[in-house]
């Protein structure tokens, strides 16, 4: 695995883990919002 492509899949992870971490706090604020 070339240096190049290791950057690319982590890069790709931590894109992908901060999407789904900003959906979580979107969706619980959205929920909190419903509950309100």
């Given at each position: 695995?070339?240096?190049?492509?290791?950057?690319?899949?982590?890069s790709?992870?931590?894109?992908?883990?901060?999407?789904?971490?900003?959906?979580?706090?979107?969706?619980?604020?959205?929920?909190?919002?419903?509950?309100?």
């Amino acid at each position: 695995m070339t240096f190049r492509r290791r950057l690319e899949s982590l890069s790709g992870r931590l894109a992908f883990g901060f999407a789904r971490l900003l959906g979580l706090e979107r969706a619980s604020a959205f929920g909190g919002w419903l509950a309100r």
